[in-house]
């Protein structure tokens, strides 16, 4: 028997291709035939559109066509839907507005697609949409989410004329607010959590293409869920035949949550290739990125704690505006609700908790999940609610979490989650020691002995993951199933192909996955191949985010595994004789129990496609099972950051000097690739803190619209990080694991803005903590 | 206008008419169907289309193809032996997982490879400066420069 795989740092399956340029992303696909798209974007954050002459642009070397919101209505394409209908304070279900997918006399942020020109040549496209002449009546405009339900704001959509998408409310306000009133202490922040970019490097890309042969379409497209990006275009969109549809998201360079959404360009080169029989390609460019790739966070905060003399919480109170942007992006009403108000008990035993979320409707690019998706913005409600309520009491932070911590599980929190299973001393523990917040003091000292002043910050966060029981989602507003597939192919050798609905864009499922199934089946991991991303090939899937490929998917590849094995049971009993009861399995031999006489699954495998001594009475040929996984909880990750900073008095540049990263995913399958995932994520996290600042101006135009202005993380921004791990399995999936995505950038922005405003002493900096930033609040407190 | 070029690209003369206008990286992806070089921005900024021109890292799509005339290009795909094996740089970023969704990665080898050619033995420090023109958004950066640092000290100072 191999050595277990399960745990073991193996090297990853998929970097051959991309360290040779043999990797095959979007735009490196070529389909014969292929013509060009490029979208005229609306150069307003706010205009009516009063008419659009394309005849200059028609008569452009090269173009094929043009097409404006009026083509595609005449066509009835439909618009964007949005996957989840949130319930306001009143019992009504939110505003959706259209989201047409070219413009309907209206363009509502910079970046709006108002029409398409195809041509033979990408060069040609471009040429000919400059000669689109759109007559814009310009708009005032709205993009302050503070402002937005403000007296004689403008308007965006006739149904929202107050531009609120919902008001919404988790909790009991009134026990809440009595809490309150009789706490010893109530600590108060108001902030915003800025809004970020995700910018993935792979720009998105699509190239739509229809077959006359069979009717057929096959759309491949840069996407976190082809499944889900299929459904929801052919039954919402375009009305097309769901099996006539062929999506593909073939290597993908990244996504981060903005690649899972169906968007406007994915519609229109599917359909314009079927009125042109002719491929249609799109690739984003970088600037095109920037406007219209679905933006993350912008949310404006209030948040309370109250606390009894001992610094026990005894009530929580947040209320939160959202920015939802122009349009409902795929997911973005349950980003601010869902998957944030249910995430602010954290780590603590606070009883009573209260949030109500205004989402409202602005001029900007639509808002929906990036990385963490709710929860980095609710572990930053909590997390720097509790560092200020321990700084004002003088309760050490460390502490006054100590106090609160959650101990007893499984536990209900007072915002709808449970919580399997967790043991947060353990992390915060080894944080402590990783971090070694021992030696601080000394280190402070010698900074001071430097001109430079050192603050140390920390960030207990948890997530929920393992997105997620369909019947609970289904419940809260979820308009799908949240399940995962998967299908093992066992071919005559004895090799093996899995096919899943999760997807890989930079995860390393084709080598993590590969672990668990040769693991179980006793097989070399060479023989082990994962097919992810093709709804021809895989039988259905949900997608990659809210980390739950692992959870989700790769249970869903368990319990197929499972069916393998006790069909394995059945042939092997035939084969050895003995009754199917007294065949013992163990990762990859079927053994008679108590004897040495055994099977090897190889020779299983063989036997079900060569059935010439077989059970045909009892059993059909072949071995090839698949299976479909609706988890019945969600699994709730969780750990401790500690991050020590030093800032430069003169210039208010601040340097992350250590950060210790303790994280309890539960099981590991492969430690190398988790490290790698909470680096990235880390990374995010800090970037969100310290580098990363989304600007428009007032009229609504985006200031930082390039890698010039808009400063993502470099390797000169971030240090060295030290990253361990500690295990409490989870309880309700038989692989004990919690999924690892998204922590870093959830827990890492608390955890440097605490550091920062520790050196500092002051009570509150607003993200990102800039030089120019950082200077200013140390300036003023000079003043 | 169309103009012809020729150089050099992974060790094969190669000429072609193009468009005065063609970015040498949309010659060696378009043209050439040799995509590995990838892009990642219109700025500058990304890296991800770095390849070496006459021994040196470029920003491919920094420059027009004709600007390239009778130069020598290595792009990602002429960096492994013949064979298939692994530089030492490519085989210290599989050790070392020094990638996740592998789009900045060709762009990262081939800096490196130019940065580690020159230093046999860099410091942490040397190593992030040296990427100061590459954004990866998956990793974190510590496991590339880790790569870096393993890819440099097997090569010895020499591609």
């Known amino acids: 028997m191999s050595a277990p795989l399960i745990g073991a740092r193996i090297q990853r399956k998929e970097d051959y291709r991309f360290l040779t340029g043999a990797g095959q992303y979007t735009d490196d696909v070529s389909v014969p035939g292929q013509a060009y798209a490029c979208f005229v974007r609306s150069p307003h954050a706010h205009a009516n559109i009063r008419s659009i002459s394309a005849e200059k642009a028609k008569r452009s070397p090269g173009v094929i066509a043009v097409y404006t919101g009026a083509d595609l209505a005449a066509a009835k394409v439909g618009g964007l839907p949005c996957g989840w209908l949130i319930t306001d304070v009143n019992g009504q279900p939110m505003k959706e507005p259209p989201h047409p997918c070219l413009a309907q006399g209206k363009a509502r942020y910079v970046g709006d697609h108002v029409a398409v020109v195809v041509a033979a040549t990408l060069e040609q496209a471009k040429d000919a949409a400059e000669k689109v002449e759109v007559d814009y009546e310009v ?40 809490a309150f009133a009789k706490a010893a202490h109530v600590t108060r922040l108001d902030f915003v959590n800025n809004r970020l970019i995700p910018n993935a490097i792979e720009p998105r890309a699509a190239i739509g293409a229809y077959s006359r042969a069979d009717e057929s379409y096959t759309l491949y497209v840069a996407n976190q869920n082809p499944h889900v990006e299929r459904l929801l275009m052919t039954a919402f969109v375009l009305g097309l035949p769901e099996h006539k549809v062929r999506v593909v998201a073939p290597d993908v360079g990244g996504g981060f949550g903005s690649k899972i959404y169906l968007y406007a360009e994915d519609v229109v080169v599917t359909w314009a290739a079927r009125q042109l029989n002719r491929p249609v390609k799109w690739t984003s460019d970088r600037s095109e990125a920037f406007v219209s790739d679905a933006h993350g966070r912008d949310h404006v905060t209030t948040a309370e704690l109250a606390l009894d003399k001992d610094g026990k919480f005894l009530a929580m109170r947040v209320q939160t505006t959202a920015n939802l942007g122009a349009y409902l992006s795929t997911f973005a009403s349950c980003i601010p609700t869902i ?63 100590r106090r609160n911590f959650i101990r007893n599980f499984p536990y209900q929190t007072p915002v709808a989650l449970q919580y399997d299973t967790g043991n947060y001393e353990a992390t915060l523990d080894a944080a402590l020691k990783l971090g070694d917040v021992s030696g601080f003091q000394a280190r402070k000292e010698q900074s001071l002995k430097n001109g430079k002043l050192r603050g140390i910050g920390y960030a207990a966060y948890i997530e929920a993951c ?17 399940f995962e597939a998967g299908e093992i192919r066992v071919h005559p050798t004895g090799s093996v192909t899995v096919f899943t609905g999760s997807h890989s864009h930079g995860q390393g499922h084709e080598t993590t996955f590969a672990q668990v199934v040769a693991d179980r089946l006793g097989i070399p991991i060479e023989n082990v191949d994962i097919v992810h991303g093709d709804t021809s090939k895989v039988l259905f899937g949900m997608g990659t985010y809210g980390s739950r490929s692992i959870a989700v998917g790769g249970t869903a590849i368990v319990k197929a595994m499972d069916k393998i094995i006790a069909k394995g049971k059945k042939i092997a009993a035939h084969l050895l004789e003995a009754s199917e009861s007294d065949i013992e399995y163990d990762r990859g031999e079927f053994k008679v129990a108590g004897t040495d006489r055994k099977k090897m699954f190889g020779e299983i495998a063989f036997a079900a496609y060569v059935p010439h001594n077989y059970p045909h009475d009892k059993l059909e040929p072949g071995l090839n099972e698949n299976a479909f996984y609706d988890p019945s909880n969600f699994t709730f990750p969780a750990g401790t950051y500690v991050c020590e900073v030093e800032v430069d008095r003169d210039t208010g540049q601040v340097t992350i000097e250590r950060f210790a990263a303790v994280d309890d995913f539960g099981k590991i399958i492969n430690p190398m690739i988790v490290e790698g995932q909470v680096h990235g994520g880390l990374t995010q996290g800090i970037g969100q803190a310290l580098t990363e600042a989304c600007r428009y101006d007032a009229s609504g135009q985006l200031v930082t619209g390039s890698f010039m202005d808009y400063c993502l993380p470099r390797a000169g921004d971030v240090p060295s990080f030290k990253v361990d791990t500690r295990e409490t399995p989870c309880t309700h999936n038989p692989l004990g694991v919690k999924g690892c995505g998204e922590a870093g950038a959830i827990g890492a922005p608390a955890a440097v803005m605490n550091a920062i405003t520790d050196a500092l002493g002051v009570k509150d900096l607003p993200m990102p903590a800039t030089a120019q930033t950082v200077w200013r609040s140390l300036q003023q407190k000079a003043a | 206008m169309s103009v012809k070029i020729s150089m050099k690209v992974n060790g094969k003369p190669v000429s072609a008419e193009v468009e005065a206008r063609t970015l040498l990286v949309t010659f060696i992806r378009e043209n050439l169907r040799l995509t590995g070089t990838h892009v990642g921005c ?14 040196k890292a470029i920003k491919s799509c920094s420059i027009v193809a004709m600007q390239a005339e009778g130069a020598d290009i290595l792009t990602i795909e002429g960096v492994a032996k013949p064979d298939g094996t692994l530089h030492p740089m490519q085989q210290a970023f599989k050790e070392n997982h020094g990638l996740q969704c592998g789009f900045c990665t060709p762009g990262m080898v081939m800096n490196a490879l130019d940065f580690a050619a020159s230093h046999a033995n860099p410091t942490d420090k040397e190593v992030r400066e040296s990427l100061e023109g590459n954004l990866c958004r998956c990793t974190g950066y510590h496991n590339i420069v880790k790569s870096i640092m393993a890819g440099a000290k097997a090569m010895g100072g020499k591609i």
């Open chain 1, 339 to 401: 998957l944030y108000a249910t995430l602010l008990a954290g780590q603590y035993t606070t009883p009573l908790i209260y949030c109500e979320v205004t989402a409202v409707f602005t001029n900007t690019t639509p808002v929906d999940a990036y990385r963490g998706a709710g929860r980095p913005e609710a572990t930053y409600v909590v997390e720097r609610l509790v560092e200020t309520a321990a700084r004002e009491l003088k309760i050490d932070p460390a502490e006054i979490r």
């Open chain 2, 42 to 55: 219109d700025t500058a900024q990304c890296g991800a289309c770095t390849v070496h021109m006459n021994g």
């Open chain 1, 466 to 482: 393992g997105i997620a029981p369909s019947a609970v989602a289904g419940s809260l507003g979820a308009r799908a199933g949240l």
């Open chain 1, 139 to 178: 708009l005032p405009a709205v993009v302050d989410p503070a402002k937005a339900r403000a007296k004689g704001a403008p308007a965006l959509h006739d149904i929202a004329l107050d531009n609120t998408c919902y008001v919404w409310a988790l909790g009991d306000k009134a026990k809440v607010d009595e």
